[in-house]
């Protein structure tokens, strides 16, 4: 549980330090810079998506039910990407966008999906499962020997 916990802080902290660094300032500064603008508009759909989908992977650990795991990690994607937005505005060079903020939410949807994909085909092949070993045991009834 610890360790899902450092991950997600971890990437929290690399998504907020990209997220203030200036263009052509210092490392990730020039790092930046060689992305095209359009790109890193887009770029955040999957960066948040990993984030949303971490946060939910996080919170099932704990025991949390699907529908309360999935709406907390796209509520918590998305507040914050509203608050690196507003960090971001206050970094020299950077600008706030509601279109970043509307990427994170897609981002975070995406994520929501994909779970909620996952789970249902789990369900489904688990039920398979279950009905062919009962099918199994109905057609293997009276054939074992004591």
């Keep these: 549980m610890v360790l899902i916990t450092a991950l997600i802080l971890g990437y929290m902290l690399l998504l907020f330090g990209l997220a203030i660094a200036s263009p052509g300032i210092g490392f990730t500064g020039s790092l930046i810079s060689l ?6 508009d887009w770029a955040h759909v999957p960066a948040y998506g990993l984030l949303a989908w971490l ?4 919170f099932r650990l704990r025991g949390w ?3 309360y795991a999935v709406i907390s990690g796209i509520l918590l994607t998305v507040v914050f990407g509203l608050w690196t937005e507003v960090a971001q505005g ?5 600008e706030t966008s509601l279109r970043d903020l509307l990427n994170d939410t897609v981002g975070g949807m995406m994520a929501a ?4 994909w996952q789970c249902r085909l789990s369900h489904s092949t688990r039920g398979l499962i279950l009905m ?5 045991r109905r057609l293997m009834k009276g054939t074992f020997s004591r």
């Design 90 to 94: 206050s970094a020299p060079g950077r």
């Design 35 to 40: 992305v095209p603008d359009n790109w890193r």
């Design 55 to 58: 946060a939910i992977q996080g």
């Design 113 to 116: 999906t994909l779970v909620l």
């Design 65 to 67: 039910p699907i529908p």
């Design 132 to 136: 062919r070993a009962a099918g199994l």
